[in-house]
Nanobody, 118 residues
Framework: QVQVVESGGGLVQAGGSLRLSCVVSGSIFSINAMGWHRQAPGKQRELVAHITSGGSTNYADSVKGRFTISRGNVKNTVYLQMNSLKPEDTAVYFC????????????WGQGTQVTVSS
């Protein structure tokens, strides 16, 4: 069993900041990659940021320069620092982890709501 749990969402004014956290636990061989996705009402889920086990990152164009993804000192943790938030960043944010157990599978958390008011 693998569990993915997000935290840190909330309500913030435009221009503000939030930090999301995600912890992966369970019977894990290794975590190959972790990422954050988001889904706004009426829209498809989209990739926000992604980080590999080697530390390589990539970001959606809409968040480049504002969001930063990082792995914790404990490698089963990933963070998303979100600065200069905009109302269009409002969405449910989901953490995803590609985990070897030893089979490789993709696991999702339940999501955390981020609401940015104008």
């Amino acid at each position: 069993q693998v569990q993915v749990v997000e935290s840190g969402g909330g309500l913030v004014q435009a221009g503000g900041s939030l930090r999301l956290s995600c912890v992966v636990s369970g019977s894990i061989f290794s975590i190959n990659a972790m990422g954050w996705h988001r889904q706004a009402p009426g829209k498809q889920r989209e990739l926000v940021a992604h980080i590999t086990s080697g530390g390589s990152t990539n970001y959606a164009d809409s968040v480049k320069g504002r969001f930063t993804i990082s792995r914790g000192n404990v490698k089963n943790t990933v963070y998303l620092q979100m600065n200069s938030l905009k109302p269009e960043d409002t969405a449910v944010y989901f953490c995803n982890a590609v985990v070897r157990t030893p089979r490789e599978n993709s696991y999702w958390g339940q999501g955390t709501q981020v609401t940015v008011s104008s």
